[in-house]
């Protein structure tokens, strides 16, 4: 009955030892492990970084959008002042234009003059935001 005890004994820890993973195959399951876990790590790095750069991209670009609309705006301000000059200038008398004809160019230099307050007002609203 020994000789069978120690014989199924025997059996079972060969059975044991048989079914569980060998030491190379747990050090390839651990090295596989470490190495998704490295490869997460980096795809989340890389990530992050693309995320900072788009964000520095789209300061950059509106940076440049506002200094493309202040530009506008001292142009337009500079139209609307010299605008305003030649409204001096068609409002003054001048030999040979009738009352109508001067009026007629009042009414449209005041046009002139209207367009380019709400051009102005357009560019300062949006340099606002």
Not at 20 to 43: F, I, L, P, V
Not at 89 to 99: E, N, P, T
Not at 100 to 109: C, H, P, R, V, Y
């Amino acid at each position: 009955m020994t000789k069978t005890k120690n014989t199924f004994v025997g059996i079972a820890l060969l059975t044991l030892v048989a079914c569980g993973q060998s030491k190379e195959q747990q050090a390839a399951e651990e090295k596989h492990k470490m190495d998704s876990t490295a490869q997460a790590t980096k795809t989340e790095l890389l990530h992050q970084q693309a995320l900072q750069d788009s964000i520095k991209q789209a300061k950059i670009q509106q940076e440049q959008n506002k200094e493309t609309l202040t530009n506008n705006l001292v142009d337009l301000k500079g139209r609307l002042a010299a605008a305003q000059s030649k409204m001096s200038d068609i409002q003054s008398f001048q030999f040979g234009r009738s009352h109508d004809e001067k009026d007629q160019q009042i009414a449209n230099q005041t046009k002139v003059i209207e367009e380019l307050k709400i051009q102005i007002a357009d560019l300062e609203t949006q340099l606002a935001k």
